[in-house]
């Protein structure tokens, strides 16, 4: 099942620049994507979503972009710190149908 | 802040035994769910429950499932006879229910061993 693929497995950052993860989708069903960040031995704790209706939501240093066309969306941390660094899953479903398809993570890596 | 709790942290059991997972969701949730994830895969889905019922499983979520919330408070999955490959951390969710689209909270996951 690859309808969410997040083809880079992991990405370094220097603190303070911008990190830009990536995420596509096939399924042109899915209409609501959500970015996940994960520690080790924790659960996915939610970081921020958007509804295919836009194609820009920003909440502080995160901001997603979807591109619908593509079938792409993206994670940008703008200014990255080393807390950031984490597993980041992307998530997609289809509004009134709960089951959430993820992609495989990108771990960040946020070099001092 | 709120959030999904998950007993136990660490199930160790034998290939054939029943284990229950629990969990408990966020008090004014509505939707409860369950996932999985394979040591080195994905966050897999199971099954999502509401209202004291399945509302969606998958192929995952055999006859060797079940779920159940007892109480007001606590959600469970039941695994009747453990495989090896049962083994992966479990994690349960919850989102309000009440808003569209809606949001899922994950716990901190239970990591199950079948030996």
């Known amino acids: 099942d690859q309808q969410v693929k997040q083809n880079s497995p992991s990405l370094s950052v220097q603190e303070g620049r911008i990190s830009i993860l990536n995420c596509d989708y096939t399924?042109?069903?899915?209409?609501?994507f959500l970015w996940y960040k994960k520690y080790p031995a924790e659960g996915p704790t939610f970081l921020i979503s958007i509804s295919s209706i836009k194609d820009k939501n920003e909440d502080g240093r995160f901001t997603v972009f979807l591109n619908k066309s593509a079938k792409h969306l993206s994670l940008h941390i703008v200014p990255s710190q080393p807390g950031d660094s984490a597993v980041y899953f992307c998530?997609?479903?289809?509004?009134?149908?709960?089951?959430?398809?993820f992609g495989t993570g990108t771990r960040l890596t946020i070099i001092p | 802040e709120p959030e999904v709790t998950q007993t136990p942290s660490h199930q160790v059991t034998q290939m054939g035994q029943e284990v229950i997972l629990r969990c408990v969701p966020i008090s004014n949730h509505l939707y409860f769910y369950w996932y999985r994830q394979i040591l080195g895969q994905k966050v897999e889905f199971l099954v999502s429950f509401y209202n004291n019922e399945i509302s969606e499983k998958s192929e995952i979520f055999d006859d060797q499932f079940s779920v159940e919330r007892p109480d007001g408070s606590n959600f469970t999955l039941k695994i009747r006879s453990t495989k090896l490959e049962d083994s992966a951390m479990y994690f349960c969710?919850?989102?309000?229910?009440?808003?569209?689209?809606?949001?899922?909270?994950f716990g901190p996951g239970t990591r199950l061993t079948v030996l």
């Open positions: 969710a919850s989102s309000e229910g009440t808003s569209v689209p809606d949001t899922q909270y």
């Open positions: 998530a997609a479903s289809r509004i009134g149908n709960e089951k959430l398809t």
């Open positions: 399924n042109s069903m899915f209409d609501y």
